[in-house]
């Protein structure tokens, strides 16, 4: 997908495309994509298990990925050129390096790992405020640049962040649908192989060269917009799934009811039933065959009577349920 983005015949910024371009050889996300898995009812410790994999080996595949974007893109004529031994040693120093030292502490230190457990809160806000720093500092080193751009080149870099992000939902939906996985399983791999991290992205900004004609800021402002409206468009995915979902569940658990009643009515019915045919006989029960024969009453009169009359017991039970779930449904 980078490939085909940075070679766009559009007339927008150079740096637009190069943004983008990044965002779309980062990694998936950190914390929204299992957020919004769990929200659709998907398969979180597979959320989890993406998160940490492509994370991991972005720091190898980022590397060699965008060089190869970069430098053999027809339309770059910034003279800029990026090393692949270069930016493997600063996302390893940024991005590997952090994580192994973070899991070490947590696993040999008993004192850090009861503080990180006490205290989520402290560690969501720092982490959502230096979130926040990076794209600032990175536009700001850009302010003259960005007030010479276009409110349409704005938005059309706005659109092409939201086509792309459309592209890999239907291209992850559709591989997910021909595998035939599970839905559980789907929801998770739709959502988690569509989004990208922006913290990646930013490092990714951070160790590019600037001593080109290449603006930061520019480059900053598609990963944004792309970030932003990845959110968007599958916070209303998931929230779809989650209806469906809930819909089901519910219908389930109608179904469930309405089965469990009418058990229940047919067996007070039936016990009801074997009560008066105990303490109450009949005329008929109590005549002997030959009487019976006498007053012209077939022997086999008392049994179909029987049968006819839980014929019509059952009949009067399943009215009462469906009464009963009318007047259910009614209330609620």
Not at 62 to 69: G, H, Y
Not at 264 to 292: A, G, K, M, Y
Not at 296 to 303: F, L, N, Q, V
Request: charged share 15%; hydrophobic share 45%.
């Amino acid at each position: 997908m980078a490939f085909l983005v940075i070679e766009l015949p559009l007339h927008v910024p150079y740096e637009f495309l190069v943004g983008i371009a990044i965002f779309c050889v980062t990694p998936t996300t950190l914390t929204s994509g299992v957020i919004l898995t769990k929200e659709a009812y998907g398969k979180i410790a597979l959320a989890l298990t993406f998160t940490v994999i492509t994370n991991i080996i972005a720091v190898f595949t980022v590397p060699v990925s965008l060089p190869l974007v970069f430098n053999v893109s027809s339309v770059n004529t910034t003279g800029v050129k990026l090393e692949t031994t270069d930016m493997l040693m600063q996302l390893s120093l940024t991005i590997l390096l952090p994580l192994i030292v973070g899991k070490c502490l947590q696993e040999f230190s008993l004192k850090v790992r009861n503080f990180v457990k006490s205290n989520p809160k402290i560690f969501k806000f720092t982490s959502c405020c230096l979130l926040f720093l990076i794209p600032w500092t990175k536009i700001s080193t850009s302010v003259d640049d960005l007030k010479a751009v276009s409110v349409g080149n704005l938005f059309l870099a706005m659109a092409i962040g939201l086509a792309v992000h459309i592209v890999f939902l239907t291209f992850n939906y559709c591989c997910a649908s021909l595998l035939k996985i599970p839905l559980a399983e789907k929801k998770a791999m739709v959502i988690m192989c569509s989004e990208k991290t922006l913290p990646v992205a930013f490092t990714v900004v951070g160790i590019l060269p600037t001593d080109g004609e290449l603006s930061i800021g520019l480059i900053s402002i598609p990963i944004i917009t792309s970030h932003f409206f990845q959110l968007v468009t599958d916070a209303a995915v998931a929230q779809r799934w989650a209806n469906l979902y809930e819909a089901e569940i519910e219908k389930e658990t109608d179904d469930e009811v309405e089965e469990e009643i009418y058990e229940t009515v047919c067996t007070q019915r039936r016990e009801t039933f074997t009560e008066l045919t105990v303490n109450t006989p009949t005329s008929t029960s109590i005549l002997t065959d030959q009487q019976q024969g006498e007053k012209g009453i077939h022997p086999s009169t008392s049994s179909s009577g029987s049968t006819a009359y839980n014929e019509r017991e059952g009949s009067m039970a399943l009215n009462e349920v469906r009464f009963e779930k009318a007047c259910w449904l009614n209330i609620f």
